[in-house]
């Protein structure tokens, strides 16, 4: 197969298997190189996303995957050693560690994002199991269980210590390093949430989560620990060809995922972590169609007569 292509997409998630089917439907010819592991590996199932509920992320991505190699679609298992701007008529070189080079009109970042975890023992061994993050794709299945949140200094703890009570009445919110206000307290109380203070020390784990052991040797039961973890997008290559970013340091797009930089779009949670899986579904696509509607405009201009 030839090594040109109208569009390469970097990550094969969500977003970027949906932006492939999009764009192998419309006729385009597409490679997606998908190298690393997706962000929720660790989960067993995915929630929230109409007729997919309670399918494993692993089967959607190789029904996706199927699908789109069905329209012609090219799937690459390796990793981009990089990206440059090529000179001539086509507009992406993207190198890749295996020594293929690859050379493309359109360029579609969609690498994901990678979660920081706060340095507590358990936590990472638990992640995606019974340490989590969303309550929308996990709290049904915990649901009236003894839950605990880790207090911290991000803004969407308290945000999240007022909504996991819709999920269960047996709610804990573990203070660890976070400060309260009166204000804190009092909506707290008011949604019968349970503060406890002092540090962390570890979780205890005996085969499941089964609770948090303070610095003070205190030990309070838990079956489900959500935390907030620190959103880092994977954007080297955003970086490379010269994206711009904004100040906490996600790349600019526009609502179809067009970067700063010609020709180059991004799409899911590189540039947007707050979205699901059925979001970054959705961004794929409306990123696809606009990489579409680009070539083809492109293919349409006429070299304008100077004589």
Known sequence: MSDLYDVVIVGGGTAGLSAALVLTRSRRTVAVVRGGAPRNAPAEHMHGFLTRDGMSPGELLDTGAAEVAG?????????????????GQHDFTVRLAGGRTLTARRLLIATGLRDELPDLPGVRERWGIDVLH??????????????GLLGGTDPRVPHLALILPQWSADMTLFQHTMEL???????????????VEGEIARLVIDGTLRGVELVDGRAVPCSALFIAPTFVPNADL??????GF?????PVVDPSGRTTVPGVWAAGNVSNPAAQVVGAASAGYSAAVAINVDLALAAAQVPVSTG
Request: include cysteine; charged fraction near 30%; hydrophobic fraction near 30%.
């Open 71 to 87: 329209y012609g679609g090219e799937l690459i298992d390796d990793l981009v050693a990089g990206v440059e701007k090529a000179d």
């Open 134 to 147: 969303c309550p929308y794709c996990h709290g049904y299945e915990v649901r009236d269980q003894p839950l």
């Open 181 to 195: 206000s009166d204000t804190d307290r009092a909506q707290l109380a008011a949604r019968n949430v349970r503060v």
């Open 238 to 243: 955003l970086h490379t060809v010269g994206c």
């Open 246 to 250: 904004d100040e906490k340091g996600w």
